[in-house]
């Protein structure tokens, strides 16, 4: 069955450190986001693509990068991690035409400490 | 951008009972879609319904797009039914795909 998956399901990094978090898909999906959701805030847009080589900022970039070299993978990058990026994040897929449903990953629980 | 409320904000049902949550839109919207998170976190897609009414076992949707609503309906409701349920809502505009979420209702179905 066609799916989308992310890694790691849990991660705990220092202040300072980069990160990188994956989310992989297998319903050849041309678009793809990354969302953070927080206590308070719901489900935020970090990042999303809408093709290979095609990237855009969300609502909350800040700190988060993205890059898209094949349809399958949109792994989401922070920098220099913060303790305010704590948070779970979610990365998700849908189709460009037609029935553009999105399907969510099963999340990935970042901890900066 | 567009605006996207969901109420009652917290539900508490016993089990067995009918419940109606809504979601109000500020926008034409292309997409609409509603998802229950479990308490493992997991998102679950439940409707993708952009206009008209949708019924999958207990559960049915109705979206009225021209008033800019949409209602979850949730009949004989399980314990199994709690957690959060999310709509969201993709623009009516060419080449954007991007969804909004509300901020979720939470449900707590008691034994």
């Known amino acids: 069955d066609a799916e989308i998956t992310q890694s790691p399901r849990h991660k705990i990094i220092e202040t300072g450190r980069q990160v990188t978090l994956a989310c992989h898909q297998t319903w050849n999906h041309n678009n793809m986001f990354w969302y953070r959701q927080d206590l308070g805030h719901g489900l935020r847009l970090i990042h999303y693509?809408?093709?290979?080589?095609?990237?855009n900022k969300g609502e909350v970039s800040d700190g988060y990068s993205v890059s898209r070299s094949n349809t399958e993978d949109l792994p989401l990058t922070l920098e220099s991690a913060a303790s305010s990026q704590t948070s779970v994040y979610f990365c998700?897929?849908?189709?460009?035409?037609?029935?553009?449903?999105?399907?969510f990953g099963q999340g990935t629980r970042l901890t900066v400490v | 951008g567009i605006q996207v409320e969901q109420s009652p904000p917290d539900l508490i049902l016993q089990e067995g009972a009918n419940s109606t949550l809504r979601c109000n839109f500020s926008?034409?919207?292309?997409?609409l879609q509603w998802f229950h998170q479990n308490p493992w976190g997991q998102l679950i897609n439940l409707f993708y319904i952009p206009s008209g009414t949708k019924q999958n076992g207990r559960l049915s949707a109705t979206t009225v797009a021209t008033e800019r609503y949409s209602l979850l309906y949730i009949s004989s409701s399980q314990t199994t039914d709690s957690g959060v349920y999310f709509c969201a809502v993709e623009l009516r505009r060419a080449n954007d795909y991007k969804l909004s979420f509300g901020a979720g209702t939470t449900v707590t179905v008691r034994a």
């Open positions: 998700a897929s849908s189709e460009s035409l037609g029935n553009t449903e999105a399907f």
């Open positions: 926008d034409s919207v292309n997409n």
């Open positions: 693509s809408y093709g290979v080589h095609d990237t």
